[in-house]
Structures are given as C-alpha cells and as structure tokens.
C-alpha cells in the first residue's frame, strides 16, 4: 500500500513564501514524477506544477517565475516552493506522484489527501 502524506500547508500574509512537501510511504520502488494541482472555491482545478526524473517540468501559467518544484528520490518526497503569495493562490493544493510499487512494474498515480493554502491580511 502507498500513500502520500503533504504537509506545509498554512496561512500566510499576501507576499510570503510556503513550502509544500508531499512525501510518499509505503512499498515505492521507484518514483517517476510529481506534481500539484490546486483547486479554489468555485473554481476549477489548475495545474500548478509537475516535474519527471528524466527533466520534463512544467508550470502554471498563473504561478511561473514564483514557484519551483523538486523531486528527492532518495526521499521519495517532492517538494513545491512558492514564493510571492497573492489571495489568488488561496485553494486546496493536491500532491499526486507517478511511481512504482514493489513487486509492480506498472507506473499508477497516487494522490495525497490535499492541504490549504490561505493567502491573507
């Protein structure tokens, strides 16, 4: 069994930088790719950023130039660092990975449970 646990999530003032973690336990045998995806009230869910080991990273058109996305493999974690927070970031981030389990030779993408980012005064 797999799961992917975030943690990072919080308040923070128009301006400040977050960092989200997503880490990823249970039988991973080798992790391919991560990414996020948010979601606002209201609003439909938007990448935000993915990247592979083999060097494919892509960003959101409302986040580019503000956040940065890592993978550590020896981790099996991902880690998303945004900067310059406006209340437009405000929404529910979700971490997802795309790996392998032991004993399994299919790649499957696994979500994490989500956690909120609030952007405020």
């Known amino acids: 069994q797999v799961h992917l646990v975030e943690s990072g999530g919080g308040l923070v003032q128009p301006g400040g930088s977050l960092r989200l973690s997503c880490a990823a336990s249970?039988?991973?045998?080798?992790?391919?790719?991560m990414g996020w995806y948010r979601q606002a009230p209201a609003k439909q869910r938007e990448l935000v950023a993915e990247?592979?080991?083999?060097?494919?990273?892509n960003y959101g058109d409302s986040v580019k130039g503000r956040v940065s996305i890592s993978i550590v493999n020896t981790e099996n974690s991902g880690y998303l660092q945004m900067t310059n927070l406006n209340p437009e970031d405000t929404a529910v981030y979700y971490c997802?990975?795309?790996?392998?389990?032991?004993?399994?030779?299919?790649?499957?993408?696994?979500w994490g449970q989500g956690t909120q980012v609030t952007v405020s005064s």
């Open positions: 990247t592979t080991n083999d060097g494919n990273t």
């Open positions: 249970g039988s991973v045998s080798g992790i391919h790719g």
């Open positions: 997802f990975a795309d790996l392998v389990r032991a004993g399994d030779y299919s790649l499957r993408t696994f």
